[in-house]
């Protein structure tokens, strides 16, 4: 098995990407914004988004299965990305 495969069943089975998300986006927005502005991202493309959504009714749903772990993976490097960028500027901040 991949090793970032192990890495995202382990972050999925102990909520780890969901805590890092509600931190990020309920207690520091303002710095989230600041650092989605910079580095171009859609801070909408940082909540996550059902299977459903990525087809329409005709699409095959290992073609919705593939853009939405798609759509995880970037999602996830994302919410990293900026966590990193507002740890560095705001160190020791809670």
């Excluded at 382990?10 to 780890?16: D, M, P, V, W």
């Excluded at 303002?30 to 493309?45: G, L, N, P, T, Y």
């Amino acid at each position: 098995m991949a090793k970032h495969v192990l890495v995202d069943q382990l972050a999925s089975r102990t909520g780890l990407i969901d805590r890092l998300q509600g931190l990020l986006l309920d207690e520091h927005q303002q710095a989230v914004r600041e650092v989605c502005r910079e580095m171009r991202f859609d801070i909408s493309d940082l909540r996550p988004k059902s299977r459903d959504s990525f087809g329409a009714v005709n699409v095959p749903s290992d073609i919705k299965e593939m853009r939405f772990e798609h759509f995880e993976e970037r999602r996830v490097a994302k919410l990293l990305t900026i966590a990193g960028e507002v740890l560095a500027r705001h160190p020791g901040r809670d």
